[in-house]
Nanobody
Framework: QVQLVESGGGLVQAGGSLRLSCAAS????????IAWFRQAPGKEREVVAA????????YYADSVKGRFTISRNNAKNTVYLQMNSLLPDDTAVYYC?????????????????WGQGTQVTVSS
């Protein structure tokens, strides 16, 4: 099993940047695919970005392509989400999630482990 803790959220003006971190516990962290999801008030939770356990494959939602970058450091058991050129529409609670599924992209329903979330608020 793996436990996930997000950090790095906060309040930022439009056009600014934030870096979210997802720290994982568990000896087998490197074998998990990791994704960042977000959920805005009144909206469904959506996947933002994902990275395969090898780090060699990534996925981005169209809405964040070119602005967000997902990366991982298996030695530190941490996955990062660098968010640049933030927009008010990026305001949401951001969650990281882990899966041992081997298919790619990992289906949303196969993420088994979730963090508690971190709030990102982008002001206009």
């Amino acid at each position: 099993q793996v436990q996930l803790v997000e950090s790095g959220g906060g309040l930022v003006q439009a056009g600014g940047s934030l870096r979210l971190s997802c720290a994982a516990s568990g000896r087998t962290f490197s074998s998990y695919g990791i994704a960042w999801f977000r959920q805005a008030p009144g909206k469904e939770r959506e996947v933002v970005a994902a990275i395969r356990w090898t780090g060699g494959s990534t996925y981005y939602a169209d809405s964040v392509k070119g602005r967000f970058t997902i990366s991982r450091n298996n030695a530190k058991n941490t996955v990062y989400l660098q968010m640049n050129s933030l927009l008010p529409d990026d305001t949401a609670v951001y969650y990281c999630a882990a899966s041992r599924a081997t298919k790619w992209p990992i289906p949303r329903g196969e993420y088994n482990y979730w963090g508690q979330g971190t709030q990102v608020t982008v002001s206009s």
